[in-house]
């Protein structure tokens, strides 16, 4: 039977671990932290509240495939995310729409913007804030200056530490302007939380005979990589290794660590019922944090009387320290995609190491996304392995 190493129990090697564990392949996966689902894990307080650990997870996809396959591991609700913001004192819809355009402007004001809006730009339900900063028109332009001032530039510079005309345009790009009142933070059209949550998911995913999981086990301890073989406890391992961790870590940084940004969350119980109005409120100005996430808002649990909070803090990366030691955002360039470049180039002559996830391709993917390329890369592996077990069995 062969075997396959897979580095690390988030959604990129769990779905894969389990599609090739129900196509008979066996599957070790060796886990560095002490639990499975990597960064949609989530930990129940006292309180009883679940709380995603590593930051607010919303599912959200146009992928029937994805959707199919992880509701074989739990049931899901419906969910439409929405975000408010502080802006001027006040809270408002993010993206920025009609509403907050009405809330934030005396009422004839608003009434032209809109209005001018809709002319320039017919059709269209969405546009970009560079769209709006760009225009033509002196007083869409104006509008776009006040919403780019309010809701991007101290939000971007406080999470990415950078001036807002540094950062790469995808990553001002991820929230558009809504030309209208919808308020929901995502158009996809499937936007569910599983029932019992990420966590539960998980389990289930990763419940199966040809499975076994290492926790608490740092890969780079047990894996060695010399010219072109992969070694495990130093022995040559056979199969092939999927890795969905960091590249610049595999190979001791030699070229460099890549860049990233961390953040900390500081929870807070508290005995409300509710101690804001959405799930997710954006702070993009005055504060240190960039936003507080109101857990039982996004699990769906009704506990009367008691809340939990996180308040999220953007932070430098700093391997292995206590404060920013987990990268989580990819700091999208030119410079660093070239340095990833230069490390997927030195790790090819590898031929039996894959590498998948948001970290291995040192880029920012949402989890329909990791999941949709974990299925992907699960039916490559299969092609190239599943026919030599039958080959070795006959
Ligand atoms: C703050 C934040 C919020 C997000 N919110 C959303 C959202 O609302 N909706 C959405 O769709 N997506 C969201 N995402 C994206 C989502 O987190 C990713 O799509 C998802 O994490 C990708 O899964 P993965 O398995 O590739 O990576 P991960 O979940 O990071 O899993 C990788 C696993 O590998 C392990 N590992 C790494 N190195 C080693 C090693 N040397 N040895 C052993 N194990 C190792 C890690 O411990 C980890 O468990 C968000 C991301 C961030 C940063």
């Known amino acids: 039977m062969v075997e396959v190493l897979i580095v690390g129990a988030g959604f990129s090697g769990a779905a894969i671990a389990r599609v090739l564990a129900e196509n008979g392949l066996r599957v070790r996966i060796l886990e560095q932290r002490p639990h499975i689902g990597g960064n949609m894990y989530e930990r129940t307080d006292e309180n009883g509240v679940r709380s995603h650990v590593y930051g607010p997870h919303i599912f959200h996809t146009n992928s029937e495939r994805v959707f199919a396959f992880l509701r074989r591991f739990s049931d899901f609700f419906p969910y439409e995310h929405r975000v408010l913001g502080r802006i001027d004192g006040k809270l408002v819809p993010i993206p920025f729409n009609f509403t907050s355009l009405e809330t934030l402007f005396p009422a004839q004001q608003a009434k032209r913007l809109e209005e001018r809006l809709l002319a320039a730009y017919p059709g269209r339900e969405k546009i970009s804030i560079l769209d709006l900063t760009s ?156 936003r507080i996430t109101e857990s039982k808002k996004l699990t769906g649990q009704v506990l009367p009387g008691r809340t939990t909070i996180l308040r999220e803090y953007p932070a430098a990366y700093a391997p292995g320290a206590a404060r920013g030691g987990i990268p989580y955002y990819p700091v999208p360039n030119e410079a660093n995609r070239a340095l990833y470049e230069r490390y997927r180039g030195a790790l090819a002559a590898y031929p039996g190491l894959l590498l998948c996830g948001r970290l291995a391709e040192y880029r920012y993917c949402n989890m329909d996304a990791a999941v949709e390329r974990a299925l992907d890369a699960a039916q490559e592996l299969l092609r190239e392995w599943a026919p030599r077990k039958t080959e070795e069995k006959a």
């Open 135 to 290: 225009s033509g028109d002196g007083e869409l332009r104006a509008f776009g200056d006040y919403v780019f001032d309010r809701v991007f530039v101290h939000y971007t510079a406080k999470q990415w530490q950078q001036p807002v005309e540094e950062v790469d345009a995808s990553v001002i790009n991820r929230v558009p302007v809504v030309l209208g009142y919808d308020d929901r933070y995502f158009g996809d059209k499937i936007q569910a939380m599983p029932a019992d949550g990420y966590t539960a998911l998980f389990g289930r995913m990763l419940d199966h005979p040809n499975i076994a999981l290492e926790l608490s086990c740092d890969a780079l301890g047990r894996l060695s990589l010399r010219e072109g073989k992969l070694y495990l406890d130093g022995k040559e391992f056979p199969g092939p290794v999927v890795y969905t961790g960091a590249p610049d870590a595999l190979l001791g940084y030699r070229f460099g660590p890549l860049p990233y940004r961390s953040l900390e969350f500081v929870f807070e119980q508290l005995e409300l019922d509710s101690f804001q109005p959405a799930a997710v409120v954006n702070y993009p100005n005055e504060e240190d944090f960039t």
